[in-house]
């Protein structure tokens, strides 16, 4: 199944999608616009003509200074039919891509990672933290605006200071949230 | 009588645990012994290799994704060459694939016994790492013999191979592939039918096959729940249709079918080893025919103008790849690795980002040990063969 008679099956199941083949040298590749994504995902899983059950990848790819900058790049994989597809979202810096998880549970991390690494926002992610970096970490390090070598000062901390009544009242105040 | 107190207690695990293999670690939250929550943190190993990588030339990254799965490191970089080969349009020798083919096999025996080593250990069999680490010293041995480094061969380059294999190359593999088979008979002599081993890992961890696919584990994990699915078989690569093997399943889908599942790979390992051998010849082709990425041979070097310079192009600029994306697939040692790679027709990869099967295991973890007891958090992570340089990347 080639990009075009993908997109010809999946444009009557999806209702006001746009797709667009791209080129590729081993198996189909489809732009997705960001807004019908998540429909054409549940589609791509649901509907037995394709079957993409797995998830395998989310990641990224940084294009600066084109505009939009960023492609999102998806690789599912069908383990019944034996076929794979790649589906990609144009998304700029500011622009936000819808999340999966709702579709493949595995894309929860696989999208916090690709925040981390290129800064890449996915709504409605509910746990949209640093994956790699430390929690601290300023910038997206795979960005190709972002300096390969950087001299970063050593952080400390100072050390945790909490008296013994402090302590026993974090604790109590912990188990009567957790009771709630 | 004053009303028993039932509060959940939050332990910490790791990340300098010894049974976390490498530096993971997780926040669990208990009550008594049951797992109630689990809170992975990762990323002690990040070491920027993907950006990294962007800043060497093609050939250059080979030793780099190598040290990201340090136990598989040369399906990493198998995957990497296969894919730069496909952007290029390489196809290469018979001899080389089988000789790739074989490399990939010893690579996965040398990873699932530092598996099994260190997964017995974990759970009780101490003994198990002793006889285990022996024989992938003899596995680490091969690996000096044709590369003089016993860890990270970067043996496999793109366009074929570094240079020929060494004397006593066939020897030393059919040394090893006649000694195997009776040791992996010894490991489950120790284990399959272990009342203890047993007892530790039936029922514990279980997935189902959908669980599997919707988390992504494929590989190992996903064939110990009933899956076949193997990319070796399903997407072949190198040749591996033309070679006779199975792939061994299990359905129960907890840690002892996972433990099976690895075990009998061992002797599919040793089967298609013993295949790829026997059509590999002494000398002959180690690398494509193609210019532009293998470098010439010295004597032409000293002899011919236009080798010369081919030399020289390859050894100061490298060579460009056409510009465009692609992903590769193989089954490495803990399930699909891919590597996807972004050409901008440079001599630099534009960006390299590998499939990491254990970033996808690790990130199920605290769903397969959900309601479970702490005890088995350690035969869990055991048996889905985490390594955290492969995660961490």
Redesign the interface.
Known sequence: MDASSIIAALQPLVPGASYEAG?????ATIYVPADTLVETCTVLRDNPAFAF?????V?A??YFPRDPRFEV?Y?L?S?GN?R?L?LKVRTGADGAVPTVQRV???A???ER?TWDMFGIVFDGHPDLR?????EDWEGH??RKDYP?QIRKAAQTYEPLEVSETEFKANIERD?VK??H | MAELRT??MTVNMGPQHPSTHGVLRLVLELDGEIIKSAMPT??YL?T?I???AE?KKWQQVIPLVERMDYLGAQSNSLAYALSVE??L?LTMPKRVDDIRVLIAELQRISSHLIWLGTHGLEVGAVSMLFYCVRERELLMNINELIAGFRFFPSYIRIGGLREDLPRGFHEAVNAFLERFPEKIDEFERLLTKNDVYRRRTENVGVLTQ?EA??????GPIARGCG?D?DVRK??PYCGYDTYDFTVPTATEGDVYARYRVRVAEMRQSVNICKQAIARISPTGEWACDDPRVVPPPKDKVYSEMEALIQHFLIYSQGFTVPA??????VEGPRG?H?C?V?SDGTNRP??V?M?APS??AI??LPYIIHEGLIADVVAVIGSTDVVMGDC??
Do not use: C
């Open positions: 080129s590729s040298v081993d198996f059950n797995v998830l395998i990848e990641t790819a940084d790049v690789h994989l383990v034996r794979r790649r493949w549970r595995s929860g991390w696989l990672e640093r994956l790699l970096m430390p390090p795979a390969v188990r957790r009771a | 509060e959940t990762i990323g990040h920027g993907e950006k990294t800043q496909k952007l349009g959908e696919f919707d988390w992504g584990l494929v899956s699915y399903y997407f465009g994306d692609v992903y590769v697939p699909e891919g996807y972004v534009w960006r980002k499939r970033f996808m990130q199920a961490d990347r």
